[in-house]
């Protein structure tokens, strides 16, 4: 064997041992990066907690003037719009066909939708403000999907699974308002909202985010023990005369 041979031995088990190395280090940088992002998740969850509990409290600490009784105010504020699907039973759109029910699925609809009006069919011109119905603290708010997350963070939000852009505020009377689909929220979670005729909060705008399948705003109302209540009971209806249709979920 030449000297030339063994150097190149020597060289080729120099390097098996830095690939070996080196793929150890990488094994073990990944694991450490995967335990950091869940205990970030983690953290994450426990944050938000922590926000809905503080906000609770703001809400509970709240002045005695601030209004809390019905009726409550609209939360669209413009006059143009259409009224599709009320609180109730009403054909489904995402279960599908049923024996039980003579091949029409039903569902029971828990809130309010609230659409644009049939003369602007087209997607994204209407994109009414959303704004609260009575005055309150946000507990709970889901930007959008697609939303920049925060800096330093990179990447997006995914929005709420079933409501997208999503804002829920607690009254001080212990119901909550929940506001769902929208294309670009305004507040965070603590934030004091203000209803009325004149500068309320703009929650955000009207959107198609979630499951939708129009441009629209998805409304609810629940009392102190989570029970969700017709909203047409409790909010001022500025076109009480208008016919409801059925076309957005």
């Given at each position: 064997?030449?000297?030339?041979?063994?150097?190149?031995?020597?060289?080729?088990?120099?390097?098996?041992?830095?690939?070996?190395?080196?793929?150890l280090v990488v094994r073990f940088v990944s694991s450490q990066w995967t335990q950091i992002s869940t205990l970030e998740s983690e953290l994450s969850a426990m944050e938000k907690e922590k926000e809905?509990?503080?906000?609770?409290?703001?809400?509970?600490?709240?002045?005695?003037?601030?209004?809390?009784?019905?009726?409550?105010?609209?939360?669209?504020?413009?006059?143009?719009?259409?009224?599709?699907?009320?609180?109730?039973?009403?054909?489904?759109?995402?279960?599908?066909?049923?024996?039980?029910?003579?091949?029409?699925?039903?569902?029971?609809?828990?809130?309010?939708?609230?659409?644009?009006?049939?003369?602007?069919?087209?997607?994204?011109?209407?994109?009414?403000?959303?704004?609260?119905?009575?005055?309150?603290?946000?507990?709970?708010?889901?930007?959008?999907?697609?939303?920049?997350?925060?800096?330093?963070?990179?990447?997006?939000?995914?929005?709420?699974?079933?409501?997208?852009?999503?804002?829920?505020?607690?009254?001080?009377?212990?119901?909550?308002?929940?506001?769902?689909?929208?294309?670009?929220?305004?507040?965070?979670?603590?934030?004091?909202?203000?209803?009325?005729?004149?500068?309320?909060?703009?929650?955000?705008?009207?959107?198609?985010?979630?499951?939708?399948?129009?441009?629209?705003?998805?409304?609810?109302?629940?009392?102190?023990?989570?029970?969700?209540?017709?909203?047409?009971?409790?909010?001022?209806?500025?076109?009480?005369?208008?016919?409801?249709?059925?076309?957005?979920?």
């Open positions: 064997m030449t000297y030339r041979q063994f150097y190149l031995i020597i060289i080729a088990f120099v390097s098996l041992l830095l690939i070996g190395a080196g793929v809905k509990v503080e906000a609770a409290l703001i809400a509970e600490r709240a002045p005695p003037d601030i209004k809390i009784e019905p009726m409550w105010g609209f939360p669209i504020a413009r006059s143009d719009y259409r009224l599709t699907d009320a609180f109730g039973l009403r054909p489904s759109r995402l279960v599908g066909l049923s024996l039980e029910t003579g091949g029409a699925a039903i569902d029971f609809h828990n809130g309010l939708d609230i659409a644009r009006p049939e003369y602007l069919r087209v997607e994204g011109l209407w994109r009414a403000q959303v704004v609260p119905v009575a005055d309150g603290v946000v507990v709970d708010h889901w930007p959008p999907e697609g939303t920049p997350l925060p800096w330093p963070k990179v990447g997006f939000y995914q929005g709420h699974e079933s409501y997208g852009g999503y804002v829920e505020i607690l009254h001080v009377n212990g119901w909550k308002t929940r506001y769902g689909h929208l294309s670009w929220t305004n507040v965070h979670i603590g934030d004091r909202v203000r209803a009325g005729d004149v500068w309320p909060t703009v929650l955000g705008r009207t959107g198609n985010t979630g499951k939708s399948d129009g441009e629209h705003l998805h409304f609810e109302i629940l009392d102190s023990d989570g029970n969700r209540l017709n909203p047409l009971l409790y909010i001022e209806n500025p076109m009480d005369d208008k016919e409801t249709d059925n076309d957005d979920d």
